[in-house]
């Protein structure tokens, strides 16, 4: 009995030291931790700057008990300032920049994005704090127009220049667009990959000195075109000149014009030549309080003359139209190879003065957490802010603190949604449509039409009955882009082919407008006729 008592006692010790351990481990790796279960005032400062009006609140998050950081009031500038204990070297290991954000009212122009700022030696003050206070890193979702990504930004010094360039991530992921928490993660690593996560599951791999992965690229090229290189006089750029040795034909008549009076034609049987289209109103009278001399003299209105609707035609009969056989339009000469010919001139390379290599980006450490923004929506909540140097521990915080708001979110929306019938039923399909969309606007190979996919789904989304149309429109995209890749872009085709067949597409113009002149003559149009109230 004795002994189970001991081993029983031995098994809650090492129970309290894995606990102890792992408590360690969070507050070994974290960095900051920003809950805001307690007032911001005195651990957060909010900026003096006359431009940053928006209006801070410590609030609590819909229908939760866990506070956050609160955008409360629409079309305003906002900027708040977190110092950290002792600025934060980012070249040491694995460094995980996380935070939660909800867009409590949508998002339709605002931005949600973190400044880490460098130390205020760089040139601010928290009460200063504005767009131009100098940052290393910018992270976080923006969505405004064409504009719909989560930022990843590195502003970094190039040792050459001494200047501060940003590097933007390409083809960033999109920002989700319902009213749930959600939770970004950059995850940066000490073989300069860089990974963006939203919600936990990974949306973006990339590699920091990478030229395809950011823009513009942290290593510059080694050589640039020459400033001062200037294009000879004689370089001729014309790939085709007009044939001097051409020569006009002596048949051909520039004078003659593209149309004339079809001799053949007759005028219809019945045409009634004396009757005007139009006839006054004979039920019109004139208004009792119509002055002569203030509103001129009244004229009865038009209406369609009567006799006309059962004839051919009214009025004057005038033959139609048709095409000239002996136009041949302006006289040019036929293009021909140009002998001069050297090419689209271009200036020569020279090594470019700013190149320099590195193996790792050289990061400026970070003093602070900022956040500066200009939205056009209130509700937003930030919390739960992370600065941490170890993956795992994003992980637990994700687990702990975000997924349990999000899982009651989600249910609450599905039981909204279901509540609200057949009629809502559509916009339970619409936001399962939006979001598969979203994804797709951000495949990498997609990139050229992201922008328009982006502006098609923003449309459906205010006006949700567009959702089909919507979808036939990407599908038309993704068709002309399978088409391109199975059958490749075509030749153009020769300019004598080009030249041949532009008639064929004048004549079939021609001929449509000559049957429509033949209809027009045929059975004049009427016009509507003008009535008075």
């Keep these: 009995m004795m002994r189970d008592r001991q081993l029983f006692s031995g098994l809650l010790l090492i129970l309290a030291l894995v606990s102890l351990q792992s408590l360690c481990y969070c507050d070994d790796h974290s960095v900051l931790y920003e809950s805001f279960d307690e007032p911001f005032d005195g651990r957060w400062i909010v900026s003096k700057n006359g431009d940053y009006e928006g209006v801070w609140k410590h609030a609590k998050s819909e229908g939760h008990d866990d506070y956050g950081l609160l955008v409360s009031e629409k079309a305003r500038k906002y900027g708040i300032v977190k110092e950290l204990d002792e600025p934060l070297n980012l070249k040491d290991g694995t460094i995980v920049l996380q935070y939660e954000v909800r867009f409590q009212e949508g998002l339709e122009c605002g931005g949600a994005y973190l400044k880490y700022l460098r130390p205020q030696e760089a040139g601010w003050t928290p009460e200063g704090f504005d767009s131009e206070s100098p940052y290393s890193i910018m992270f976080g979702p923006d969505k405004c127009g064409a504009t719909n990504k989560v930022h990843f930004i590195l502003k970094h010094k190039n040792p050459k220049s001494g200047e501060y360039v940003e590097h933007h991530l390409k083809f960033p992921p999109s920002v989700p667009y319902d009213k749930l928490s959600h939770v970004y993660t950059a995850i940066l690593k000490p073989d300069n990959e860089v990974r ?86 004979p039920e019109a009278t004139k208004p009792e309080d119509w002055d002569d001399e203030e509103d001129g003299m009244w004229e009865a209105p038009k209406i369609d003359n009567p006799k006309c609707e059962a004839a051919p035609g009214c009025g004057e009969w005038k033959r139609p139209m048709k095409k000239n056989p002996a136009y041949k339009g302006k006289w040019s000469a036929p293009m021909i190879d140009n002998p001069a010919y050297k090419g689209i001139w271009k200036p020569r390379d020279i090594p470019n003065p700013d190149y320099f290599e590195l193996d ?155 049957s429509e002149k033949k209809e027009e003559t045929a059975a004049p149009r009427k016009r509507q006729p003008r009535r008075d109230n």
């Design 360 to 514: 790792r980006p050289d990061f400026e450490p970070i003093a602070a957490i900022g956040i500066e923004i200009w939205t056009m929506q209130d509700g937003i909540l930030f919390d739960n802010m992370l600065i941490a140097k170890d993956e795992k521990v994003a992980e637990s915080y994700r687990q702990t603190t975000w997924k349990p708001k999000f899982d009651v979110e989600k249910e609450k929306q599905k039981a909204e949604e279901e509540a609200a019938g057949s009629a809502d039923g559509l916009k339970s399909y619409q936001k399962v449509v939006f979001d598969l969309l979203n994804k797709v606007a951000d495949l990498s190979f997609l990139s050229a039409y992201k922008s328009k996919i982006t502006e098609l789904i923003e449309k459906a989304e205010e006006q949700p009955n567009l959702t089909i149309g919507v979808l036939v429109s990407i599908v038309v995209v993704f068709f002309s882009l399978f088409i391109k890749l199975i059958f490749g872009g075509k030749k153009a085709a020769p300019a004598v082919a080009a030249e041949k067949k532009k008639p064929e597409v004048g004549e079939s113009s021609k001929s449509g407008d000559e």
């Design 196 to 281: 963006i996560l939203v919600d936990g599951e990974e949306k973006k791999k990339a590699n920091l000195l990478s030229g395809e992965d950011f823009e513009p690229a942290l290593i510059p090229p080694k050589t640039i075109p020459d400033p001062e290189d200037k294009k000879p006089e004689d370089w001729d750029e014309r790939a085709k000149i007009p044939d001097p040795s051409a020569v006009k034909p002596e048949d051909w008549d520039e004078e003659a014009p593209m149309e004339i009076e079809d001799e053949e034609a007759e005028k219809p049987e019945g045409w009634l030549d004396d009757e005007p289209e139009e006839v006054d109103d």
